[in-house]
Nanobody, 123 residues
Framework: QVQLVESGGGSVQAGGSLTLSCAASEYIYSSYCMGWFRQAPGKEREGVAAIDSEDTTNYADSVKGRFTISRDTTKNTLYLQMNSLKPEDTAMYYC?????????????????WGQGTQVTVSS
């Protein structure tokens, strides 16, 4: 079973940057789609960014131009570079993975999930 472990969360002031990392337990990236999700207290989980096996990326409108998803297959690691952070970006961030494709009926679907890393942005 694939295991995903996130790191890199923390507290930052508005306008700051953070880079999240997601380490996978095995080599999966050649055929996997990967994604980042977030969930704020009292809100539903939402997809933030995703990347497919051809490195095509997809972003939620709320983070376009500010967040960048990428991966390093030599390190089995997925990244989320977050710039110009806003207080509304405060949430628990989760890494997810599964065989491609990941979009079904307009929603993003993944079977494997990490435990999450907290991001807090203060104004």
């Amino acid at each position: 079973q694939v295991q995903l472990v996130e790191s890199g969360g923390g507290s930052v002031q508005a306008g700051g940057s953070l880079t999240l990392s997601c380490a996978a337990s095995e080599y999966i990236y050649s055929s996997y789609c990967m994604g980042w999700f977030r969930q704020a207290p009292g809100k539903e989980r939402e997809g933030v960014a995703a990347i497919d096996s051809e490195d095509t990326t997809n972003y939620a409108d709320s983070v376009k131009g500010r967040f960048t998803i990428s991966r390093d297959t030599t390190k089995n690691t997925l990244y989320l570079q977050m710039n110009s952070l806003k207080p509304e970006d405060t949430a628990m961030y989760y890494c997810a993975g599964d065989f491609c494709p990941y979009e079904y009926g307009g929603s993003w679907n993944f079977d494997y999930w990490g435990q999450g890393t907290q991001v807090t942005v203060s104004s």
